[in-house]
Nanobody, 114 residues
Framework: EVQLVASGGGLVHPGGSLRLSCQAS????????MSWVRQAPGKGLEWVST???????TYAASVKGRFTISRDNAKKTLYLQMNSLKPEDTAVYYC????????RGQGTQVTVSS
């Protein structure tokens, strides 16, 4: 059974940092392109970042330079380091497995507020 369990969210002040983690199981993690997406209150899903098997990365313009995606294939874990957080980053963050059998796990709430 494929599982993606995100954690690390919370309440942070503007300008603060958080590190999200996503523990994967049930598939060969190292073989898949992985992504972070988010959903702000009352809005649709927004792509945030993707990391490919070789380690190359891409970012949405809204987070480029502030967020860093990474992966530890040995630990089957995906990460998102978020710095210089803004109120508009408030959302539920989800990790996703790409491919012919895409899967999105449970999310973790990030709230940026003073």
């Amino acid at each position: 059974e494929v599982q993606l369990v995100a954690s690390g969210g919370g309440l942070v002040h503007p300008g603060g940092s958080l590190r999200l983690s996503c523990q994967a199981s049930g598939f060969i993690f190292s073989s898949y392109v992985m992504s972070w997406v988010r959903q702000a209150p009352g809005k649709g899903l927004e792509w945030v970042s993707t990391i490919y098997g070789g380690g190359s990365t891409t970012y949405a313009a809204s987070v480029k330079g502030r967020f860093t995606i990474s992966r530890d294939n040995a630990k089957k874990t995906l990460y998102l380091q978020m710095n210089s957080l803004k109120p508009e980053d408030t959302a539920v963050y989800y990790c996703e497995k790409s491919g012919s059998d895409p899967f999105r796990g449970q999310g973790t709430q990030v709230t940026v507020s003073s």
